[in-house]
């Protein structure tokens, strides 16, 4: 009988990003591991880690440690989608969404524990016009506000500067917006806002979709009719009390489809990434996509 291989384990880290006492001490918890190969990628910008994972897929790797924040996470994850190859989250970011919602703690040798030791879940991801999503997407009001914060504001300011970027986009029109779920007229009309979520908690740390889990194989879905500083400041308020499919100006439902076509171009967003503008959407839900690794007790 022969002995068991060692993994092959990838470390593919945005090196801008801190977490703990940093890279060089995460290259010592993993080696102190049971590991065989280790592959060792760092980038300085999240849109160049694709080239990066792909590269250690190729190699062979059975375990991918991702060094980031959910733009980190959300490159990584569109290339490790239906691969079965477990990803471990090492949460250097600022917001940190995805591994907050599933439990992973902002703490190196937790992180990395986890990452060896806990157990391996299949989660949903959202696939929208072609790249996939672990936390929410977006279009309107919500990504213009995304896409107002730059790395150094969120930095420093952290949740704030969301508000701050808010404040700055309340007074933007409403858009007409046909919305299809599931193949069936949903909402047509003027809004403000689409939201599609994986997850509960979104960007400034917003309990957006009370009832989400990464494996239920749904996406939730909203859209605001809010405008001006005082409706939106009502939907937010609402938001922060716990129920916000109670607000009159917010419509939320859940699908495993969607289609959306607008009235004008719409700048999108991906976790927390904008990508321009565009007049329509093609999302749908990918059950059990990602393989994550997740704290013993934590429930998605």
């Not at 477990?86 to 902002?106: C, D, E, R, S």
């Not at 808010?166 to 029109?173: F, L, T």
């Amino acid at each position: 009988m022969s002995p068991t291989k060692s993994p092959t384990v990838a470390v593919v880290a945005h090196r801008k990003k801190t977490l703990g006492a940093g890279l060089d001490r995460l290259r010592v918890l993993i080696t102190e591991q049971d590991v065989g190969d280790l592959l060792w990628y760092e980038v300085g910008k999240s849109r160049k880690a694709p080239k990066k994972v792909r590269e250690a897929l190729k190699e062979g790797a059975e375990l991918v440690f991702v060094w980031g924040g959910d733009g980190m996470v959300q490159r990584c994850a569109d290339v490790l989608a239906g691969s079965g190859v477990p990803m471990a989250i090492l949460p250097a970011g600022t917001g940190n969404l995805f591994a907050t919602n599933v439990g992973i703690p902002v703490d190196l040798e937790e992180a990395v524990r986890i990452g060896f030791h806990g157990r391996r879940e299949r989660l949903d991801l959202g696939l929208l016009n072609g790249e996939h999503f672990a936390v929410m997407a977006g279009a309107g009001f919500e990504a213009e506000m995304i896409a107002d914060v730059d790395g150094q504001a969120k930095q420093r300011l952290g949740k704030l500067s969301y508000v701050k970027a808010a404040v700055r986009h309340v007074g933007g029109p409403l858009v007409p917006m046909k919305i299809k779920i599931d193949g069936a007229t949903w909402f047509e009309g003027e809004a403000s806002c689409l939201l599609l979520g994986n997850v509960s908690t979104i960007a400034g740390g917003i309990e957006a979709f009370d009832d989400a889990r990464p494996d239920d194989g749904w996406l939730e879905v909203g859209v605001s009719t809010a405008k001006g500083p005082i409706q939106w400041g009502r939907v937010l308020g609402r938001m922060s009390a716990g129920r916000s499919d109670e607000s009159p100006l917010v419509r939320i439902s859940r699908a495993r489809k969607v289609s959306a076509r607008f009235g004008v171009p719409l700048t999108y967003e991906l976790d927390g990434g904008d990508r321009g503008r565009t007049s329509r959407l093609k999302v749908k839900v990918v059950p059990g996509g990602l393989t994550v690794c997740l704290p013993p007790d934590a429930r998605p």
